[in-house]
C-alpha cells in the first residue's frame, strides 16, 4: 500500500485545512485509517481513527475541531481542521492498517499555524 498525504500549509490561527491521503495498491485489505501529528521535540501522536465502518475516534484536544473522513471510492482519508491553534502546528502523517501487517505509513504534510 502506498500513501500519499497532501494539503498542509501555513495558515494563521482560527483558520481551517483540508488533509488528503491518497491510497493505492492493495486498498481491499484496509481496514482503518489514521491520521497523526508530531511536533518539533515532541512524540508522535494519534489525532484521529476511522475504520471501513465509519466509526471515528479523537484524541481530546481535536475533538470538535476535527473531522476525519474516507471516500472508499477514490481510496482518499481526509481530516478537515477548523479552528486551528498554533499547538497544532506538526508534521501530519496518514497510515492504514491490514491484518497481519504493520501499519503503512505516508510520507507526512507540515502544517504551520501562526498565532
Known amino acids: 500500500v502506498q500513501l500519499q498525504a497532501s494539503g498542509g500549509g501555513l495558515v494563521q490561527a482560527g483558520g481551517s485545512l483540508r488533509l488528503s491521503c491518497a491510497a493505492s495498491?492493495?486498498?481491499?485489505?484496509?481496514?482503518?485509517m489514521d491520521w497523526y501529528r508530531q511536533a518539533p521535540g515532541k512524540e508522535r501522536e494519534l489525532v484521529a481513527s476511522?475504520?471501513?465502518?465509519?466509526?471515528?475516534t479523537y484524541t481530546d484536544s481535536v475533538k470538535g475541531r476535527f473531522t476525519i473522513s474516507r471516500d472508499n471510492a477514490k481510496n482518499t482519508l481526509y481530516l478537515q481542521m477548523n479552528s486551528l491553534k498554533p499547538e497544532d502546528t506538526a508534521v501530519y502523517y496518514c497510515t492504514a492498517r491490514i491484518t497481519g501487517w504493520a501499519p503503512y505509513w505516508g510520507q507526512g504534510t507540515l502544517v504551520t499555524v501562526s498565532s
Open positions: 495498491g492493495g486498498t481491499r485489505g484496509i481496514y482503518a
Open positions: 476511522i475504520t471501513s465502518g465509519g466509526t471515528t
